[in-house]
Structures are given as structure tokens and as C-alpha cells.
């Protein structure tokens, strides 16, 4: 029986990409002020997400054809800046996700959010596109080593709420919430809307998939089914 699912934020939960992307293009302009760089569009998206914002600014930096050490970290640290100051301007919750959330709700589910999002910008996106009644607590990055895949990051919540894996239903968009959730051996439910490609997630197997969050429902009621006759 499933009775708490754990979400992922970016590409799960939110559209955050146009964000990240005006941060990108507004930090590639002040670094390279009077340099015709790449000005980055959605379509370069899928290759920048996945596991939190030091991979998307590697990913960034290496299209750019960035190598010096130096301007690396100064662009690293003016994006981190940027992104903070413009984070929650542009991002926006996907269809169908308040309602299914609410869905949840008056179903007795407990929802909580898992990201490798910096924990001062996803405590900021939490409390403006979601309520406590919605939401009742998220985890994300504070700079210890544990992230996901690590199943470690997954403790605090467990002992916290005393949570236990076969009742959890985790719910991603990425390869790198696909194996969190095998390593944590929670049921795993994959969003195909998301910054993920395609072909990554047609490779995928031993889970569920929805094009729409609001599918959701049908997911748990399909596990809880399955654990019943079982």
C-alpha cells in the first residue's frame, strides 16, 4: 500500500528550465561581455539537467568551449548568483500537478520533494508554488556529499517520518532519479515530460511511466492493487 510518494522538483514538479536558461545566457554576457557566444535555447536543456547545478554548468561551460580554470569558476559563481536572484521568475508547476496533488491528499497520502536543487532556492520554489497542506516537507542540497543516487540523502526524511520503502512511491525525470529510487528500492513511477530524453527513457525498465501527472493516481492504485493480490 502506498503511502507516501517523494518527488523530484526540476522536471518533475516544475518547469524550471526557462530559469536556468536566463541565468545561463545572463552569465554568459557578463563573463564574455563583448564575445558572440552560444545563447542557450530550450532545445539545449535536456543535455544540461540531471544531477543538481554543478553538472548543468559543466555541461554549459563545455558548449561554451570554455577551458581556462579561472573563468570557469568566475562564471560558476556568477550563475550560481544570477540563478538565486532570478530562480522562481519564470518557473511555473507542469498541468495537472496541484490537482493531483490535491488528489493525494484527500486520498490520506503524505507527499514530501527530494532534489538536488541548493536547499535556500528549493525551500523559495516550495513555499511559492505549493502549501504545507500540499507539500508536508522537502529535502534538498545543503553541500554534504550525500545527493542523489546516493541513498543516503533519503535518511533524514526516513527517520524523520519514519517512512518505509515498500510504502513510498518515488516519482523523477531523470536517469539519475531512476537510480535513486532502485538504490532506496522504492517503487518508482517516471515522468515522461521532463529534461530527460526519450531515447534514455524508452532504455528504462522495472518501472512505471506517465506522460501526464495526473496519471498518477492510476499508478498507486495499480501497486496497491498488485500488493493486495499478492
Same mark, same amino acid.
Given at each position: ?12 514538479? %516544475?518547469?524550471?528550465? *526557462? ?5 545561463? /545566457? ?6 564574455? #561581455?563583448? @564575445? @558572440? ?7 539545449? =536543456? ?18 561554451? =568551449? ?12 556568477t550563475f550560481y548568483q544570477i540563478y538565486e536572484e532570478k530562480s522562481n521568475t519564470l518557473s511555473k508547476p507542469y498541468p495537472?500537478?496541484?490537482?493531483? %496533488? ?12 527530494? *532534489?538536488?536543487? &541548493?536547499?535556500?532556492?528549493?525551500? @523559495?520554489?516550495? /513555499?511559492?508554488?505549493?502549501? *504545507?497542506? %500540499? ?13 542523489? #543516487?546516493? &541513498?543516503?540523502?533519503?535518511? #533524514? ?53 506517465? @506522460?501526464?501527472?495526473?496519471?498518477? #493516481? ?13
Amino acid at each position: 500500500m502506498i503511502k507516501h510518494v517523494i518527488f523530484d522538483l526540476d522536471g518533475t514538479l %516544475l518547469d524550471t528550465m *526557462s530559469d536556468m536558461l536566463l541565468a545561463l /545566457n545572463l552569465t554568459t554576457k557578463k563573463i564574455f #561581455p563583448k @564575445r @558572440r557566444m552560444h545563447h542557450f535555447k530550450k532545445t539545449d =536543456g535536456v543535455f544540461l539537467y540531471g544531477n543538481g547545478q554543478n553538472v548543468l554548468v559543466s555541461r554549459a561551460l563545455k558548449i561554451l =568551449g570554455v577551458e581556462d580554470a579561472q573563468i570557469k569558476e568566475e562564471f560558476k559563481n556568477t550563475f550560481y548568483q544570477i540563478y538565486e536572484e532570478k530562480s522562481n521568475t519564470l518557473s511555473k508547476p507542469y498541468p495537472y500537478v496541484i490537482d493531483t %496533488l490535491l488528489e493525494l491528499k484527500r486520498r490520506g497520502i503524505n507527499c514530501y520533494i527530494l *532534489s538536488n536543487k &541548493p536547499i535556500k532556492i528549493l525551500s @523559495r520554489a516550495v /513555499n511559492k508554488y505549493f502549501t *504545507s497542506a %500540499l507539500i508536508i516537507d522537502f529535502l534538498g542540497y545543503t553541500g554534504e556529499v550525500h545527493k542523489k #543516487p546516493d &541513498p543516503f540523502c533519503f535518511l #533524514p526524511l526516513k527517520e524523520k517520518y519514519s517512512l518505509k520503502e515498500e510504502e513510498c512511491l518515488y516519482v523523477g525525470d531523470s536517469l539519475v532519479d531512476y537510480q535513486f529510487a532502485k538504490n532506496t528500492n522504492m517503487h518508482l513511477c517516471m515522468v515522461m515530460y521532463g529534461y530527460e530524453s526519450k531515447q534514455n527513457l524508452d532504455a528504462l525498465d522495472n518501472a512505471f511511466f506517465i @506522460r501526464k501527472m495526473n496519471k498518477l #493516481p492510476q499508478v498507486i492504485d495499480y501497486i496497491d492493487s498488485y500488493v493486495k493480490i499478492k
